[in-house]
T-cell receptor
Framework: QQPVQSPQAVILREGEDAVINCSSSKALYSVHWYRQKHGEAPIFLMILMKGGEQKGHDKISASFNEKKQQSSLYLTASQLSYSGTYFCVTENTGNQFYFGTGTSLTVIP | EAGVVQSPRYKIIEKKQPVAFWCNPISGHNTLYWYLQNLGQGPELLIRYENEEAVDDSQLPKDRFSAERLKGVDSTLKIQPAELGDSAVYLC?????????????FGPGTRLTVL
């Protein structure tokens, strides 16, 4: 039931854009996105609810397509501080949570 | 406001020894989660509490792992006996429990090394 993320890893230069995808085999109620820096706890980025919405703040946004059971995280004009591992967390209709496989993002000057 | 508190931060034990981890969630958070995170992988849910009730413990290895959340606040996760493969970071998280805005706030984790 673990959602699959792609790509597994990506390296960007400052100012470049990236898209991280999250795909589940189960019907979803919501998708959460977290970022975890090395040696630290995951930090919440945003939550998207059933209904196919899109959300964003600052230069990070996300979309959720419940029919395709997919979510995408968009990072624009990346900054050094964006480096870390990004996880989607899916909540299925049975109220069970699963972390995705993770995407390592490295932003270089 | 204080975040999720976990202790100890680090623990080194020999295999077959027991070990316990403690978590104090954010005040007012009804839902508490215990996760296991292996190096380079995402957290895996072990157990989720809503108040005192364990509502999802399907991934908790019950032969050696146990957890409790007395009075619906603090929680303890225990491993007895520990095995080499239990070496990992154990994360505790809490959330309000409101289904529509259920952000999980994570503690710093306990890094367990089993020798």
């Amino acid at each position: 039931q673990q959602p699959v993320q792609s790509p597994q890893a990506v390296i960007l230069r400052e100012g470049e854009d990236a898209v991280i995808n999250c795909s589940s085999s189960k019907a979803l109620y919501s998708v959460h996105w977290y970022r975890q820096k090395h040696g630290e706890a995951p930090i919440f980025l945003m939550i998207l609810m059933k209904g196919g919405e899109q959300k964003g703040h600052d230069k990070i946004s996300a979309s959720f397509n419940e029919k395709k059971q997919q979510s995408s995280l968009y990072l624009t004009a990346s900054q050094l501080s964006y480096s870390g591992t990004y996880f989607c967390v899916t909540e299925n209709t049975g109220n069970q949570f699963y972390f995705g496989t993770g995407t390592s993002l490295t932003v270089i000057p | 406001e204080a975040g999720v508190v976990q202790s100890p931060r680090y623990k080194i034990i020999e295999k077959k020894q027991p070990v316990a981890f403690w978590c104090n969630p954010i005040s007012g958070h009804n839902t508490l989660y215990w996760y296991l995170q292996n190096l380079g992988q995402g957290p895996e849910l072990l157990i989720r509490y809503e108040n005192e009730e364990a509502v999802d413990d399907s991934q908790l290895p019950k032969d050696r792992f146990s957890a409790e959340r007395l009075k619906g606040v603090d929680s303890t996760l225990k491993i007895q006996p520990a095995e080499l493969g239990d070496s990992a970071v154990y994360l505790c998280a809490s959330s309000l429990g409101d289904k529509y805005t259920d952000t999980q706030y994570f503690g710093p984790g306990t890094r367990l090394t089993v020798l």
